[in-house]
DNA sequence: CTCAACCCTAAAGTCAACAACAAGGTTGAG
DNA sequence: CTCAACCTTGTTGTTGACTTTAGGGTTGAG
């Protein structure tokens, strides 16, 4: 491994400026090196200092940059939402807490809207799972599939209505589901 | 396919055969015409017959497959997903009930794990909404910013440490947080 | 006959968040 | 010097599920 950089070959050598390559960037902050300049290329990383021979030299607060934008996805913020919050994490002053916390409200709100959605599949899906068999015998009879095809599958919108019944009955009256 | 041995049971086991130009199934089924060409293309509607003119003409089968899909998809099947269970509707005699299970749980593994993933960001997301004012004063020292900005957001995959501390302490010590 | 509302095909564009590739320059160890 | 391991730019590809575009034919009412 070559760790040996040249901390003064930057122009303004700051004292505590322990300067990264793309790569250590990388390592440090476990993306890839093609991530790192993608973001850049998104204008969510500021461009920076570069050395003679043209590599990027990150500073320190490029390092904490990076672990925003990954510490905002990691609670759900997209990348365009990112560049939001810091266009108000740079100019602190000039925003409100409002702004802030409206956008975090925001996507709590979102990712409730898809976790009912995904509550509403696994409700159906288990419902399927629950009234199959799973045996090695032909499917010719196969609950699951008879739901997909005849329409007895509990999971539009709203509308919940007697699915389930209809499911459970087909169980009882035929004696054959699966 | 069950055309292959059904070009009277069509007729024989619906009187009707009523035909649908494609507008028509895609106001029948909700999806626009492109999509329909779509999974067309995709493989997952078999080619319907076509008029003289070029157009198509769906049978009632072709507008019962699309209910298939539509209904496979509102419980988090992909098309690839879709076109594999098709597979297994379209001849069931030579599948198994067991690979239908299987694919239904492995599904519902899929979503619960990806439920699990929100939960985890839903939980992140209102400890950080909670600790902020929302206020209209300056987001100088919004707690929500500061923690993306220094680390205390507990949204890690396991890992559960004392952010949350952190993050109360925060507020408590400082007096200033938002 | 005209005109809107249908229908057709193939190909390209969209979104997010990167990954991969081509074609090179730089660095440092051996 | 070679060689691997870095670094550079710019472009294109990936995934999924469509949507849009371009450039046409068909149908039926007025």
């Known amino acids: 491994m070559s ?21 250590e960037l990388a390592k ?4 890839t090196v093609e991530t790192l300049r993608y973001y850049e290329h998104q204008g969510l ?5 570069r050395g003679d021979n043209g590599y ?9 940059r990076v672990h925003f934008i990954l510490r905002a996805k990691a609670v759900g913020f997209t990348l365009k939402d990112i560049e939001e ?16 916390k409206d956008m975090a409200e925001a996507k709590l709100a979102e990712i ?14 288990s419902t399927l799972t629950d009234a199959c068999c799973g045996g090695p015998m032909s499917a010719e009879h196969c609950t699951i ?18 699915d389930m019944e209809a499911l459970a009955q087909k169980r009882d009256s035929h004696s054959s589901g699966c």
Chains 1, 2 share one sequence.
């Open 145 to 162: 599939l008879s739901a997909l095809a005849e329409g007895e599958v509990h999971a539009e919108h709203h509308h919940h209505s007697p």
């Open 56 to 64: 990027r030299y990150y500073s320190p607060e490029n390092l904490e």
């Open 85 to 100: 919050l810091l266009s108000l994490e740079v100019q602190r002053e000039s925003h409100t807490c409002q702004e802030v």
């Open 28 to 31: 440090a902050t476990g993306v």
């Open 3 to 23: 760790q040996l950089f040249s901390p003064e070959a930057i122009s303004t050598a700051r004292a505590s400026g322990k300067r990264l390559r793309i790569g």
């Open 45 to 49: 990383l500021t461009a920076p200092a």
């Open 112 to 125: 409730e809207q898809r976790m009912s959605e995904l509550a509403r599949m696994r409700e159906a899906l």
